[in-house]
């Protein structure tokens, strides 16, 4: 089987099991709902409870502003869809049991009776019941990605937003987010100028001055002299401009990709890097992009402001999204409001990703990004 085929295979499976457990819970909750929407109280935070369920286990629903008596009336609906959840689970446990029976009867001999013709009464009863237990499992089992689709539609039906609010909102998010990736590629050409003015150009400048230097003097010793001073200075500007280069695009991240790239970055930075890539696949360039700057701008806010001995990062992939998670031990109070980081911030958003910075005074300072995967 082709990797991409069993990768999808294994996702299948981990949905519908993660499908199953959250059907189960549903079913809990159902009962419980019935009665909190019978007495009122609680029934706002226990329709959050089954809001954040159905994001868990299956997919996010966008809602209103709960209100009280709203919640009341979704829960008042809602157990009847755990109650089928209920239904589909014990029908699914039921014939399971059964199952393993027949095949415990027929796998110990003497088990069971003989009848009078001598049949053997497992034999027989496996023949009557493989069948429609087949099918029995077959339809409970596609039962449960049917319920949790009910269950989302019912509260997607009850506490939705209108498909009209909901693209006026996606609108606006895109319309504020195209003027922050404005905003971040101004900051970074700025920066980009500014390393290019106060480093590489300084380091001409004084390059064309030893040159000149050297060309005016009749001193040997003192001709190798500003010769060797040029030599160095002229690698110092090599290096400097291959550093600006890097931050303003990596090129191995084409060449050799992101896992490559990341050590790379681990190998030039002035703190150790420990990193654990746990991407199977290559995300695609926009995406691997996106992880890398993170990366690469956690590691360098931490090495030149928090002083940590290590810094750890993880990029862990999920069913829809991959999660890079920057953690160093340094002093912490790091500004999630400062020029590198509040540029992270619009990168990440800008694929609509999800961006936090966690750091306490004293350490340790957590970066958190997730990104969706296409």
Known sequence: MHQDDQLSARSL???????????????????VGLVVAAVGAGATRLTE?????????????????????????????????????????????????IAISMVTAWLFDGTWAYIEDGDHVPTRLLALVAIPGALVIFVTTAGVPGVAALDRWLATRMLGISQHALLRQRVAELTSTRAEVIEAID?????????LHDGVQQRLVALGMLIGRARRTKDDEQLQRLLRQAHDTAAETIDELRE????????VLDDSGLDMALEVLAERSSVRVEIDNMLESAPGTALETVIYFV????????????????VEVCVRPGEDDITVTVQDNGTGGADATGTGLSGLARRVKAVDGDFEVISPLGGPTTIYARVPCE
């Open 49 to 97: 409870y089954e809001l954040r369920r159905i994001e868990r286990f299956d997919r996010a629903v966008h809602t209103n502003p709960l209100t009280r008596s709203g919640s009341r009336r979704y829960l008042a609906v809602r157990w009847l869809v755990g109650g089928l959840g209920a239904g589909v689970i014990c029908m699914l446990m039921f014939w399971y049991v």
């Open 295 to 310: 990366v690469s701008e956690a590691v360098n806010n931490a090495a030149k402001h928090a002083d940590p001995s290590v």
């Open 187 to 195: 900051d970074e050409r700025r920066r980009i100028e500014r390393d």
């Open 13 to 31: 499976v981990r949905g519908w099991f993660r499908m199953l457990f959250g059907l189960v819970l549903g079913a809990v909750t159902g009962l």
């Open 244 to 251: 600006v280069a890097t931050r303003v695009y990596p090129a």
